[in-house]
């Protein structure tokens, strides 16, 4: 596995936890581009009681307020699930090049479980995945997540 994934998942991971600890599901978010973080976020749909407050989306926001440009192009998203259908087609709107993921999510998952909008050749932009970065990890903080809501 590439190095900087690791590092970056690390900090989605982190924004996950900090998304549980306030009673979101905890998925995190980070946007790079050129080795700097330009967009972090948890989920906040809850919170905001807003069905689009992803993690996901929010970081994508974040960078392009950042960059001042709803192109992302040269950026990567690391995300500790599987991206749903909304939080895929933000990503190919959004041009990021690369989406790195960790969890899979057979029930809504976007990217490759159910379909692959990422990836389809319909569209006008296709995005680079790499799953299964700290998985493991992604997928237990989701599953102690959900056994303590039970």
Known sequence: MDDSHD???????????????????PVGAVVVCDDQVIG????????????????????????????????????T?????????????????????????GADDPKAGMCGSLANLAQDPRLNHRIEIVRNVRSGECGELLKTFFRGRR
Request: negative net charge; contains cysteine; hydrophobic residues 50%.
């Open 40 to 75: 972090e976020a948890g989920n906040q749909t809850e919170e905001l009681q807003d069905p689009t407050a992803h993690a996901e989306m929010l970081a994508l926001r974040v960078a392009a307020a950042h960059l001042g440009s709803w192109r992302l192009s040269g950026a």
């Open 77 to 101: 998203l690391y995300v500790t699930l599987e991206p749903c259908a909304m939080c895929a087609g933000a990503s190919v709107l959004a041009r990021i090049d690369r989406l790195v993921f």
């Open 7 to 25: 590092t970056w998942m690390r900090l989605a991971l982190a924004a996950a936890r900090s998304a549980g600890e306030r009673g979101e599901v």
